[in-house]
């Protein structure tokens, strides 16, 4: 049974920083293709903020280009996303995902939701003054 579980998540001021983490269980980093973080905010669809492939390539959503960085530690099964130059749209729960090797859905981006078949139960992040 595989199990994403993060953590780190927070209230902050704007300009402030976070730095997320997500424990997966069940699986080893070589089982996925790959790992995402993703975030909602109230009343708006799930969007894409940054991916890690299995061979280390990332991406970023242009909107936490320069702020956002996504890695991992393999050892310890976890995934982090280190959050600054927080803003106030940052607001949102945000999640961990993975899209295992065996999942046979479509792949549309490694920043769509779909794309990925598991995912924790989130933690909250709060920018506010």
């Known amino acids: 049974q595989v199990q994403l579980v993060e953590s780190g998540g927070g209230s902050v001021q704007p300009g402030g920083s976070l730095r997320l983490s997500c424990v997966a269980s069940?699986?080893?980093?070589?089982?996925?293709?790959?790992m995402g973080w993703f975030r909602q905010a109230p009343g708006k669809q799930r969007q894409g903020v940054a991916s890690?492939?299995?061979?280390?390539?990332?991406r970023y959503a242009e909107s936490v280009k320069g702020r956002f960085t996504i890695s991992q530690d393999n050892a310890k099964n976890t995934l982090y996303l280190q959050m600054n130059s927080l803003k106030t749209e940052d607001t949102a729960m945000y999640y961990c995902?993975?899209?295992?090797?065996?999942?046979?859905?479509?792949?549309?981006?490694?920043?769509?939701?779909?794309?990925?078949?598991?995912w924790g139960q989130g933690t909250q992040v709060t920018v506010s003054s």
């Open positions: 890690i492939g299995s061979d280390g390539s990332t």
């Open positions: 995902a993975a899209r295992g090797r065996r999942y046979s859905g479509t792949l549309y981006s490694s920043l769509t939701p779909a794309s990925f078949n598991y």
């Open positions: 069940g699986y080893t980093s070589s089982s996925y293709y790959y």
